[in-house]
């Protein structure tokens, strides 16, 4: 069965820092392209970053240059630090597990909460 648990959001200050964790089990991690996917409140879902199974990486436009995504395949982990925090990061983060061969996410986690506010 696979395993999606997101951990290390919270309460931050504008400019603050945190760095998400995604704990995966269940399937060979280091095989597949893994997300962090956002919703704010009141909005739909919006796609953040992706690592894929090489380690090259992509980001929304939006967050380029803040948020650095990575992966440690001996531990089955994939994080996401995220640096000079804007109010309007504010959303539930959630670790998605792309679908081989596929745009698609086939496992999601539950989701961890970061709120950027003063």
């Known amino acids: 069965e696979v395993q999606l648990v997101e951990s290390g959001g919270g309460l931050v200050q504008p400019g603050g820092s945190l760095r998400l964790s995604c704990a995966a089990s269940?399937?060979?991690?280091?095989?597949?392209?893994m997300s962090w996917v956002r919703q704010a409140p009141g909005k739909g879902l919006e796609w953040v970053s992706i690592?894929?199974?090489?380690?090259?990486?992509n980001y929304q436009d939006s967050v380029k240059g803040r948020f650095t995504i990575s992966r440690d395949n001996a531990k089955n982990t994939l994080y996401l630090q995220m640096n000079s925090l804007k109010p309007e990061d504010t959303a539930v983060y959630y670790c998605?597990?792309?679908?081989?061969?596929?745009?698609?996410?086939?496992?999601w986690g539950q989701g961890t909460q970061v709120t950027v506010s003063s």
């Open positions: 998605a597990k792309r679908k081989a061969g596929t745009r698609d996410y086939d496992d």
């Open positions: 269940g399937f060979p991690f280091s095989s597949y392209a």
């Open positions: 690592i894929d199974s090489g380690g090259t990486t």
